[in-house]
């Protein structure tokens, strides 16, 4: 299975893929999983996150979406939130700022009395052939963006989550199996692994679980923004099942997760990789 060849510029907007990606909109069901929860989700304008959010109404939760500037697919994510009865507040910015990071907690703060779910999902990449091509400004922001954002939003959340409160960070199957072209992106997953369990130890005596989700290709615009045209054309298909996987197939581990029913799923690792094994 492979999609036709396509290119958009960074970050990507969902309505320009070609096939458009599943977020569960016509197939997530819920049954109330996470009544009464607020959460906060990074990158939830697209893509993993959009799915997620998605769920997350349907089980019962508040949402907060952070996103950067794709304004056309947030106010999309938003529509299906409140469609599902729950309040969604949209939250723009850059979460490579530790301000905005800090802002993000705030906001959510104010608006839901407190966090019982953050979603450390935001992420960059991009493709680059060899080290000397990796210009140091990028870098320095996939690092800011990937794993520096998940410490400063968990640093401000923590102080607002009660026992039985879940933190979820989107590590990658690259942690493992790292393509040489993604270098600065696997060292960030293999980083928000690392902190998810770390999290897990510090935080246990608190009643919060840290956990994260290990994705392997997902049909997200993340690809067709960050990839030559001939990659997106093959994207997926070197994994067991032979296919990237939906943003939809995500969702029902991040709600697992976040819900009351993962009580005692503390330093996990999960992953939905098309059958890729991780260590």
Excluded at 2 to 13: C, D, H, I, K, L
Excluded at 28 to 57: C, E, Q
Excluded at 251 to 265: C, I, K, Q, R, T
């Amino acid at each position: 299975m492979s999609q036709p060849s396509q290119q958009q510029t960074p970050p990507g907007v969902t309505a320009d893929m070609e096939p458009r990606p599943d977020h569960g909109e016509e197939s997530y069901r819920g049954s109330g999983r996470l009544a009464g929860k607020a959460a906060v989700i990074t990158g939830g304008d697209s893509g993993i996150g959009r799915a997620v959010a998605i769920a997350y109404a349907r089980e019962g939760a508040d949402v907060l979406v952070s996103y950067l500037d794709g304004h056309e697919d947030a106010s999309e994510t938003r529509r299906w939130v409140e469609d599902a009865g729950r309040k969604c507040v949209l939250m723009a910015g850059d979460v490579a700022d530790p301000a905005h990071c800090r802002a993000i907690i705030a906001r959510a703060v104010r608006k839901f009395g407190r966090v019982d779910v953050l979603v450390n999902n935001a992420a960059f990449q991009m493709t680059r052939d060899s080290i000397e091509d990796i210009p140091d400004e990028e870098w320095d922001r996939t690092l800011a963006i990937n794993i520096s954002a998940f410490f400063h939003l968990a640093k401000a959340a923590v102080p607002h989550m009660r026992p039985g409160s879940a933190i979820i960070g989107s590590t990658s199957v690259n942690s493992d199996s790292p393509p040489p072209q993604l270098l600065p992106y696997n060292v960030t997953k293999a980083g928000v692994a690392n902190m998810a369990g770390s999290l897990a130890q510090m935080l246990g005596p608190r009643g919060i679980r840290a956990n994260s989700v290990a994705p392997g290709p997902i049909w997200t615009p993340l690809i067709p923004a960050t990839m030559p045209a001939d990659q997106v054309e093959h994207f997926g298909e070197d994994v067991p099942l032979g296919r990237p996987g939906q943003p939809a197939e995500l969702a029902p581990v991040y709600v697992m997760l976040a819900s009351d029913e993962a009580g005692y799923v503390s330093g996990a690792r999960i992953a939905v990789t098309g059958g890729q094994p991780i260590l």
